[in-house]
Nanobody
Framework: QVQLVESGGGSVENGGSLRLSCAASGYTGSSKCMAWFRQTPGKERDWVAAVRTGVGSTYYADSVKGRFTISQDNAKNTLYLQMNSLKPDDTAMYYC???????????????????WGQGTQVTVSS
């Protein structure tokens, strides 16, 4: 099973940028999709972006499209999320996760993913 560790969160002002990293270890070869989710207290974990690991296809939630970029470095077993033009609504705990079952595309629901890390906090001030 894959183990994931997120890093790179922090506090920025409205309009700022951050790059999150997700280091993967364990049996990474089984992952079909890697994704970022975010969660605020009392709310469900929301899907942010995903990448189909074999072909590199990327998918984004409408709320982040054009501002966030998901990428992967296979040599380093690391997933990234470049976040630009950050808004206060982007404030959340960010998690990465892996899906090993989807035959095509990438799921947008947390239940299909595993290997959740401890998360990294992103805070955007207005």
């Amino acid at each position: 099973q894959v183990q994931l560790v997120e890093s790179g969160g922090g506090s920025v002002e409205n309009g700022g940028s951050l790059r999150l990293s997700c280091a993967a270890s364990g049996y990474t070869g089984s992952s079909k999709c890697m994704a970022w989710f975010r969660q605020t207290p009392g709310k469900e974990r929301d899907w942010v972006a995903a990448v189909r690991t074999g072909v590199g296809s990327t998918y984004y939630a409408d709320s982040v499209k054009g501002r966030f970029t998901i990428s992967q470095d296979n040599a380093k077993n690391t997933l990234y999320l470049q976040m630009n033009s950050l808004k206060p609504d982007d404030t959340a705990m960010y998690y990465c996760a892996a899906d090993s079952r989807s035959p095509i595309g990438c799921p947008r629901t947390a239940v299909y993913y595993s290997g959740w890390g401890q998360g990294t906090q992103v805070t955007v001030s207005s």
